[in-house]
């Protein structure tokens, strides 16, 4: 083992060959699964700690980044989230009173307002008694599970929900 | 809690769980260094002694023999201790990123060391030692830990200009060029000793 320079870079032939739209390749490298026994104390560290979040996979092969942007087949750093948005053609929506299945959720550290984590909007129920919605999230929590659960019902270390993107074209 | 206490739980699989919630490896740093049995060990590198311990731990973890169809189970261990040598130590934590970086099928370990070899030291904002801010939070906080000399300077706060700048003081290459702001001229003046985030 040893430091691979530009790893999962356009020249890391370990890398996927994932481009933007524009054909801008998307850093990405592939982790190792988790062994059984780690995945196991993952899951039940989150079933007590999160009880209303669903587990749907535990795996630790892709991270938020690669459910939304790879169809779950690696990792991709936060850090190429602005390049990706705009280059393949996201938009900005005011927030979920805007959102619509398919959409998605950037995250944000509380303090520095850096991208921590993303979801994909999956459900959205309207709450007649509080004018707002009960949003649901599919989500990766980094090498742990991907989980269903409530916009906000996330681990701290994920950060707050702050910006709704979304692709959808008017026709 | 004692200090094989602490790195028995930094080496367990809830440990493990908790701050492996991170798809990044900043937001991974600010998880680890935000549990509490880090800044035990934190406190008990200040010993000497102790701080071999650590690196014997690492030292140790790194030869182990992994099962080649899943990752290091001690790579959230390796970067851990690692990264507070880095903090506490620079020349042990030199010697700790380059047996980390030899560990198998890591992944924040040889990230971890890739810092430390090839970009210098690391350093995380969760401000795990903080007891006094010197500056308005808008610009930059200065944090000195407790009973130590040396200071946390939260670079990744600061402007951008000014991040390489600070870094590069650091590591002694240049600290006046390109010109930085008043406040932060003060504070690298006063400081004996700080270690920056690399940006």
């Known amino acids: 083992m040893g430091i691979v320079i530009g790893a999962g870079g356009a020249n890391d032939r370990a890398a996927l060959p ?20 780690q995945r196991r104390a993952s899951a039940e560290l989150w079933k007590k700690e999160r009880p209303n979040a669903r587990l749907r996979s535990a795996t630790a092969v892709y991270n938020c980044m690669g459910l939304v942007f790879a169809s779950r087949r690696t990792w991709i750093d936060p850090v190429h989230l602005k390049t990706i948005l705009k280059e393949d053609e996201y938009r900005q929506i005011a927030g979920p009173q805007e959102a619509q299945i398919g959409d998605i959720v950037v995250y944000e550290n509380r303090r520095d307002r850096s991208v921590s984590h993303i979801g994909m909007i999956v459900e959205i129920v309207p709450k007649i008694d509080l004018p707002s919605w009960e949003i649901t999230i599919m989500s990766k929590w980094g090498a742990d599970g991907e989980y269903l659960h409530i916009v906000d019902d996330v681990p701290s270390q994920l950060g707050k929900p702050a910006t709704y993107w979304t692709d959808r074209r008017l026709p | 809690m004692t200090l094989k206490e602490a790195t028995q739980e930094i080496e367990s699989h809830e440990f493990v769980a908790r701050v492996n919630v991170a798809s990044d490896f900043r937001t991974f740093l600010r998880a680890v260094a935000e549990q509490k049995v880090i800044h035990v060990l934190s406190q008990e590198l200040a010993a000497s002694e102790n701080r071999q311990y650590v690196l014997n731990r690492v030292l140790e973890l790194s030869r182990r023999k992994v099962d080649l169809r899943y990752e290091n189970p001690w790579d959230t261990a390796l970067t851990a201790y690692v990264w507070l040598l880095n903090v506490k130590d620079w020349d ?29 030291p690391v350093c995380n904002d969760a401000g795990f030692a903080q007891h006094e801010f010197m500056a308005p939070p808008s610009t930059a906080i200065v944090a000195r830990a407790s009973g130590a000399e040396e200071v946390i300077l939260l670079a990744d706060l600061l402007p951008a200009k000014d991040q390489s700048v600070v870094y590069k003081w650091h590591t002694g290459l240049s600290h006046s060029n390109p010109p930085i702001s008043p406040v932060i001229q003060r504070w690298l003046e006063e400081l004996p000793t700080y270690t920056a985030i690399a940006a």
């Not at chain 2, 010697?95 to 980390?100: K, Q």
């Open chain 1, 18 to 37: 994932l481009a933007t739209r524009r054909g801008t390749h998307i850093p990405n490298e592939k982790r190792k699964e988790s062994a059984p026994v």
């Open chain 2, 92 to 120: 042990f934590a030199k010697i700790a990123a380059e047996a980390a970086a030899r560990a198998p099928q890591c992944w924040w370990a040889t990230k971890m060391a890739h810092h430390i070899l090839l970009e210098g």
